[in-house]
Nanobody
Framework: QVQVVETGGGSVQRGESLRLSCVISGLAFGDYHLGWIRQAPGKEREGVSC????????DYADSVKGRFTISRDNANNTLYLQMNSLKPEDTAVYYC???????????????????WGLGTRVDVSS
């Protein structure tokens, strides 16, 4: 049984930082490309960042490039998202997902993703 636990969210002000973590158990973590997706109130779900199984390749939505960094620790089944220079438009619930067939530009055009966790909420005030 796959279990996903996202943590690290919170309420911050514009310009501050947060680091999200996602622990996934019940599957061969190191075999999967992984991603972070988010859903803001009243908006569609969107891809934020993805990373290949080895961590060699990562990509980002244009809205977060230069501010967010994705990384993974395959030894500890953990995915991270370092978020710097946060903006109010980053406010959303963030989820991690294994629903990444390829970490490419096409993934960021998707609006439907499979995921298992409850997410972690990020609120950025101005």
């Amino acid at each position: 049984q796959v279990q996903v636990v996202e943590t690290g969210g919170g309420s911050v002000q514009r310009g501050e930082s947060l680091r999200l973590s996602c622990v996934i158990s019940g599957l061969a973590f190191g075999d999967y490309h992984l991603g972070w997706i988010r859903q803001a109130p009243g908006k569609e779900r969107e891809g934020v960042s993805c990373i290949t199984w080895s961590g060699a390749i990562a990509d980002y939505a244009d809205s977060v490039k230069g501010r967010f960094t994705i990384s993974r620790d395959n030894a500890n089944n953990t995915l991270y998202l370092q978020m710097n220079s946060l903006k109010p438009e980053d406010t959303a619930v963030y989820y991690c997902t294994t629903d990444v067939s390829a970490c490419s530009a096409a993934w960021f055009k998707r609006r439907i993703f499979n995921y298992w966790g409850l997410g972690t909420r990020v609120d950025v005030s101005s």
